[in-house]
Nanobody, 124 residues
């Protein structure tokens, strides 16, 4: 069964940090594009970071560049999102997503495997 399960969300004060995890099962992890998206109430789901299969280098949204770090542990079939210096604008439901093959997509429409999401709340 193809599945993505996120964890690690919670409530944090502005300026704080959280680390999200997404465990993948049921597919060949290393041949899939993996990504993090987020969706705040009333807003569209937006890309946060994508890890390219060919280069192995994450590409970040401008709004999180320098603060968020995408990492991937192939042995554990798990990806992570370390989120530092969180702001009120980072509050959202965070989803991990996957699709097979390359090139890796940059929009939510490219991804056909989704986790259930993990909530991140940021307070002032």
């Amino acid at each position: 069964q193809v599945q993505l399960v996120e964890s690690g969300g919670g409530s944090v004060q502005a300026g704080g940090s959280l680390k999200l995890a997404c465990a993948a099962s049921g597919f060949s992890f290393t041949t899939y594009c993996m990504a993090w998206f987020r969706q705040a109430p009333g807003k569209q789901r937006e890309r946060v970071a994508v890890n390219y299969i060919d280069t192995g280098r994450p590409v970040y949204a401008t709004s999180v560049k320098g603060r968020f770090i995408f990492s991937q542990d192939n042995a554990k079939n798990t990806i992570y999102l370390q989120m530092n210096t969180l702001t009120l604008e980072d509050a959202a439901m965070y989803y991990c997503a996957a699709h097979s093959g390359a090139p890796c997509g940059l929009t939510r429409f490219n991804y056909d495997i989704w986790g259930q999401g993990t909530q991140v709340a940021v307070s002032s």
